[in-house]
């Protein structure tokens, strides 16, 4: 498992081949998000991404766990981006590696899921003149919400 919050961008290629590594791997999904230019119908210049350190990655690395309790799979990244960031910029990685594509497309939809409501990350965006605090989404309580037992 690998979980990373950081500043600096990351090689989705080369995440994908860590995943890949094993013989016994016939499947890798991945999730990749990036910054948009426009949001509520407003256009954004930049979006900054804060966090709390230590919990970030602890919420993260818990996440993980429970998705290898509820699904076979082999190993998982998640990669998350701080900082400013501008459109078409990459933010957040999710992969996932296992003998078979079902579990493995569960268990990258159930960890971006949960990263989007629980993990502690929050956005701001420079729009017009102006910034503004990005707020939390009921589509995304809603898709979290499938997961619940």
Not at 41 to 56: I, K, N, W
Request: net charge negative; aromatic share 8%.
């Amino acid at each position: 498992m690998k979980i990373a919050v950081q500043t600096e961008d990351f090689d989705v290629q080369a995440e994908v081949a860590a995943l890949h590594a094993s013989p016994k791997v016939g499947a890798v999904v991945m999730f990749l998000g990036t910054v948009r230019d426009l949001n509520e119908g407003d256009e954004v210049a930049s979006m900054t991404l804060e966090h709390y350190p230590g919990m970030t990655e602890k919420a993260l690395t818990a996440i993980v766990e429970e998705a290898k309790k509820r699904w076979d799979i082999m190993d998982a990244t998640v990669i998350h981006r701080v900082g400013e960031l501008f459109a078409t910029d990459q933010i957040v990685f999710v992969g996932v590696s296992g003998a078979h594509r079902g579990e493995a497309f569960k268990a990258c939809e159930f960890i971006i899921d949960y990263l989007k409501t629980e993990a502690p990350f929050w956005k701001k965006e420079k729009v017009g003149e102006g910034t503004r605090w990005v707020q939390a989404k009921e589509t995304d309580e809603a898709a979290k919400s499938r997961w619940t037992k």
